[in-house]
C-alpha cells in the first residue's frame, strides 16, 4: 500500500487522471456517485466496506476518498486516520443527523463533508475543489524538496579569514530568527560582481529555523521594466491591459520564507518608495487592489553598487538604504582570499567531473601559476566557468594554463595606472570594461560573460563612464 501512494505522491498531482475511490454500501448511490465523477475525467473506484477500502488501496493509490461514515463492517473513523496519515484527501459522507460525526471527522483530517441526501453537481464542485487545492499543496512540497536538495550543494568553499568571518556572520544572523516569533531583521550583502551573494542569501535562509519554507529569488536586474511592479506586488484581474485574472506577486509569494532581492540598486525609484513602505508596514498591495496583505516573509537584499554613494546622487532612496542596512554582509572578492582560489579551483573541477562523469583531471603547475596570479575580475562566478571550460574541453587529464584561458584574452588586469598612481574605483571599474572589451573585440555579450555580469548590467556601466563601442 505504501509503495503504491508513494509513487502517486511524490511529484506534483495533476500529470495523470486524478483518482477517487467511493467508500459507499449503498451500491446504486455509489454507482451514480462514480459515473458522474467519471464524466468530468476522475478515475473512480468503489467499495461497500473498511475492509475492501483497506484492501484496495494496496493497488489503486487514490488522490481522494469519499467515505461513508456508516459502513456495514464499522464507522468511517475506524479508517480515517489511516488515509489522512497518508495524505489523502478524504471528504466524509453522512446522513441526515449525523453532524456530530462531519464535526469530529473535520477535526481528525477530513478536508470537507456532504450530508445525505446529496445533490451530484454540489458533489462534483466539492471533490473538484478539494483535489485541486491537494494539487496546488503536493505541488508546493515538491518545489519545496526540489530546493532543499538544491540547497545541499551551496556552501562557501574556502578558510580564509575573510570566508571565515562571511560564515561567522551567516550563522548568527540565521540564529536571530529562531530566539522569538518576530520577523528577522533586514540582511543586505554587499560585494563585487561574481562574489558569491546568491550563496551567501540562500545559506542565511537555509540556516534558519523555516528552512523549509520558501526561497524566493528576484533578480532586479532581469526584470523588465514595465512588468517589475507587477511581478513584484502582484494585480487583480483587469488592472491593466492583459490582466485577465488575479495574480499574487512574488513578495506574497515568499509566504513566511525568504525573500531575496537580488541587484536591489537596479530597482526603479518609483519602486523603492513602494518597496520602502512594504518593509515598514510590512504590508502589500496588489495592483488594481484596495486590500491590504500581510508579509511575514524575511527580506534579504543584495547589489554590488555603493547604496550609499547612489543615495548621494539621489539615484536610491536614502530611506530605503537605511531601512534595507540593518544587518550587512559583505563578500569578500576572490583577489583577497588568498588559497580560497587554488581551493576553489579543485571543488569546481571535481563537481565537473561527477556532474558530466569525466575522467579526474590535475592542474599543470603553470596552470596553478596563472590561477594564483590571474586577477579575476568577475571573482568566484568567473573562477566557476573558466575551470569547468577547461574541465569539459580537455581531452587529457592533465589541465594545462591555456586550457583555461588565462594568456590570451584573459590577461591579468593591472591594478594600478602606468604612472604607478593608485585608481579610484570608478577608474578600475572603466579600466576593467575597457580590457574586457578589448579582449573580446568590442563584443559587449562576450566581455559581459569575461566579467562574470549580466548584457544588461555591462551596458549599464558602459553608460556609466561613456564608453561606446
Same mark, same amino acid.
Given at each position: 500500500m505504501l509503495a503504491q501512494s508513494q509513487k502517486t505522491h511524490s511529484y506534483p498531482l495533476g500529470q495523470e487522471a486524478r483518482r477517487v475511490l467511493i467508500v459507499e454500501d449503498e451500491v446504486l448511490f455509489a454507482r451514480a456517485v462514480s459515473k458522474q465523477l467519471s464524466k468530468a475525467g476522475f478515475e473512480c473506484e468503489q467499495v461497500e466496506t473498511i475492509e475492501a477500502a483497506r484492501a484496495i488501496l494496496k493497488q489503486f493509490g487514490p488522490d481522494a476518498v469519499l467515505l461513508d461514515m456508516r459502513l456495514p463492517d464499522g464507522n468511517g473513523m475506524d479508517i480515517l486516520p489511516e488515509l489522512v496519515s497518508k495524505g489523502i484527501a478524504t471528504i466524509v459522507m453522512t446522513a441526515h443527523g449525523d453532524v456530530g460525526d462531519a464535526v469530529l471527522?473535520?477535526?481528525?483530517?477530513?478536508?470537507?463533508? !456532504?450530508?445525505?441526501? =446529496?445533490? !451530484?453537481?454540489?458533489? =462534483?464542485?466539492?471533490?473538484?475543489?478539494?483535489?485541486?487545492?491537494?494539487?496546488?499543496?503536493?505541488?508546493?512540497?515538491?518545489s519545496r524538496q526540489r530546493d532543499s536538495h538544491a540547497a545541499e550543494g551551496v556552501e562557501l568553499v574556502g578558510e580564509s579569514s575573510a570566508i571565515q568571518s562571511v560564515r561567522m556572520q551567516i550563522e548568527r544572523i540565521s540564529q536571530l530568527g529562531g530566539l522569538s516569533d518576530s520577523i528577522p531583521p533586514t540582511v543586505l550583502i554587499t560585494g563585487e560582481t561574481g562574489t558569491g551573494k546568491d550563496v551567501a542569501a540562500r545559506l542565511l535562509h537555509f540556516h534558519c529555523a523555516k528552512h523549509d519554507k520558501p526561497f524566493v529569488h528576484v533578480d532586479c536586474a532581469s526584470l523588465p521594466a514595465e512588468l517589475i511592479e507587477s511581478e513584484l506586488f502582484g494585480h487583480e484581474k483587469g488592472a491593466f491591459t492583459n490582466a485577465v485574472s488575479a495574480r499574487p506577486g512574488l513578495i506574497e509569494a515568499a509566504e513566511d520564507g525568504t525573500l531575496f532581492l537580488d541587484e536591489i540598486g537596479e530597482l526603479p525609484l518609483n519602486l523603492q518608495a513602494k518597496l520602502l513602505n512594504v518593509l515598514e508596514r510590512r504590508k502589500v498591495r496588489r495592483l488594481g487592489s484596495t486590500k491590504e496583505r500581510p508579509v511575514f516573509a524575511r527580506i534579504i537584499a543584495a547589489t554590488n553598487r555603493d547604496l550609499h554613494e547612489m543615495s548621494n546622487h539621489g539615484r536610491f532612496r536614502s530611506d530605503l538604504y537605511y531601512r534595507l542596512n540593518v544587518m550587512t554582509v559583505t563578500m569578500p572578492p576572490l583577489r583577497e582570499r588568498g588559497d580560497d582560489i587554488l581551493k576553489l579551483a579543485h571543488h569546481f573541477m571535481e563537481m565537473t567531473e561527477k556532474r558530466y562523469g569525466l575522467m579526474r583531471h590535475t592542474f599543470s603547475e603553470n596552470a596553478v601559476e596563472a590561477i594564483r596570479q590571474y586577477a579575476w575580475p568577475g571573482n568566484v562566478r568567473e573562477l566557476r566557468h573558466q575551470i569547468s571550460r577547461a574541465v569539459l574541453l580537455s581531452n587529457h587529464a592533465?589541465?594545462?594554463?591555456?586550457?583555461?584561458?588565462?594568456?590570451?584574452?584573459?590577461?591579468?588586469?593591472?591594478?594600478?595606472?602606468a604612472n604607478d598612481s593608485l585608481l579610484t574605483l570608478d577608474e578600475a571599474e572603466k579600466t576593467m570594461l575597457l580590457n574586457a572589451l578589448e579582449a573580446s573585440s568590442n563584443n559587449v555579450s562576450k566581455a559581459a560573460r569575461i566579467l562574470g555580469i549580466t548584457r544588461m548590467t555591462m551596458r549599464y556601466r558602459m553608460d556609466k563612464h561613456g564608453i561606446s563601442v
Open positions: 471527522a473535520m477535526k481528525s483530517g477530513a478536508v470537507d463533508f !456532504l450530508k445525505k441526501p =446529496l445533490d !451530484l453537481e454540489e458533489l =462534483l464542485l466539492v471533490v473538484q475543489k478539494n483535489c485541486k487545492t491537494a494539487e496546488l499543496r503536493a505541488s508546493l512540497d515538491y592533465l589541465i594545462l594554463a591555456k586550457d583555461i584561458g588565462l594568456t590570451s584574452t584573459h590577461a591579468p588586469i593591472s591594478k594600478t595606472p
